[in-house]
């Protein structure tokens, strides 16, 4: 996470109103929050490559490119803990009416495609006003930090909203709309009736839904392919819908993508190698077999003359040491007579004036006595010894 993004949004966040007196009560149903969090991390592993689309114009001339890399990426919370999340950059880049334009974002994900962080900038040359535009969108605790930065020629606009993350329930931020279109193209299916949450060009939260359009069959080079057709429509609550199609292969590829009301088009110029789910054979079951080990020879054997040989160790040292038995003796008499309910203190109790260098113990006792298991050793005992 960028330190500068990060200073922004603190410094914002101590002088911007809160966004959520402003702005309608808008909320995701329960058909798009069902369909986010069927969502499995085995599915969309499946989902993770890269691929390149050519810009053309509604002459079909290419004007330039367009790619989409989904992966695996390593992030650092703002905790300093690291974990792995899907990680989204897509960018483009070509001419739009002879002027270099170009659109890039770069997006962190949960595991349920929700937005952890997300960089996105647009820049159009214009000859007399260059225009830029990055939208920044950061999960800080309990609410996610949005920070819309405009510049068009000298002027710098900068604007940072704050939507509380219970509120944002089913929101598909632009990198997670990218995955979940392949996740909708995998499964072949797009959720009835779900009504998401995204934000349009202007950084305000409104409604977003996806339409299936049903599958065709189109030309890539000399190959016909079948593609699943979905349309999205971000429903702004201030300008007109806007709305794409994604023609999808059905491994989640992208084959053809058109905005609608717009001229020209994207499109892969070559068929990719279609991904297929891997058949994950179960693992071997082997049956555990019980070890009756007395009815093994050799094991009962080694058992027989370890036991003689650890017999006949326990008695030498007990004849070596006849005080040792004398002392379990002793205890074992003393814990019968007494019945403590605490044994382990009684013991203690019991041995601890045989502990070597322990200091004779005070006819009167303290009430707050130490405990026996703290052996005490006056200082300076180690120099006397020495």
């Known amino acids: 996470m960028s330190s500068k993004v990060q200073s922004k949004v603190s410094k914002a966040k101590d002088h911007q109103p809160s966004a959520q007196e402003s702005l309608p009560p808008l909320e995701a149903n329960a058909e798009a929050i069902h369909f986010l969090n069927s969502l499995r991390q085995e599915e969309l592993l499946m989902l993770f490559f890269s691929e390149t689309l050519v810009m053309v114009s509604d002459a079909g001339e290419p004007q330039g490119e367009l790619t989409i890399e989904v992966q695996r990426g390593k992030y650092k919370d703002q905790f300093g803990v690291m974990a792995y999340f899907p990680f989204v950059h897509a960018f483009s880049h070509g001419f739009m009416d002879k002027i270099l334009c170009g659109n890039s974002i770069l997006g962190y994900l949960s595991w349920k495609l929700e937005v952890v962080e997300q960089h996105n900038q647009e820049f159009i040359k214009f000859h007399v006003l260059p225009m830029e535009r990055k939208m920044s969108l950061l999960k800080q605790d309990d609410q996610l930090a949005v920070t819309r930065i405009i510049k068009e020629g000298e002027e710098v606009k900068t604007e ?123 693992h071997p079951v082997f049956e555990k077999k019980p070890l009756v080990w007395e009815e093994d020879m050799e094991l009962y054997s080694r058992f027989v003359a370890r036991k003689e040989e650890l017999r006949l160790s326990h008695n030498s040292y007990l004849r070596q040491h006849p005080e040792a038995q004398a002392l379990i ?56 010894e020495g």
């Open 329 to 384: 003796s002793d205890f074992l008499l003393f814990l019968l007579l007494r019945q403590p309910a605490d044994v382990v203190t009684f013991a203690a109790e019991y041995f601890g004036p045989f502990a070597m260098r322990r200091p004779p113990t005070p006819a009167l006792r303290s009430s707050n006595r130490p405990c026996p298991f703290h052996e005490l050793e006056p200082e300076g005992l180690e120099g006397e």
């Open 160 to 282: 940072v909203t704050f939507f509380p993350w219970h509120s944002i329930a089913g929101f598909v931020s632009q990198a997670a709309n990218l995955v979940l279109l392949r996740v909708m193209a995998w499964r072949q299916t797009v959720p009835s009736n779900a009504r998401f949450l995204a934000l349009d060009t202007e950084g305000k939260l409104c409604y977003s839904t996806y339409q299936g359009l049903g599958s065709q069959t189109i030309q890539v080079g000399h190959q016909q392919v079948e593609v699943f057709i979905v349309e999205q429509t971000v429903h702004s609550e201030q300008g007109i819908p806007v709305s794409c199609q994604f023609y999808l292969l059905s491994d989640g590829h992208l084959a053809k993508r058109i905005q609608v009301g717009s001229p020209g088009f994207c499109m892969i110029t070559k068929v990719p190698i279609l991904r297929e789910e891997d058949d994950i054979e179960p």
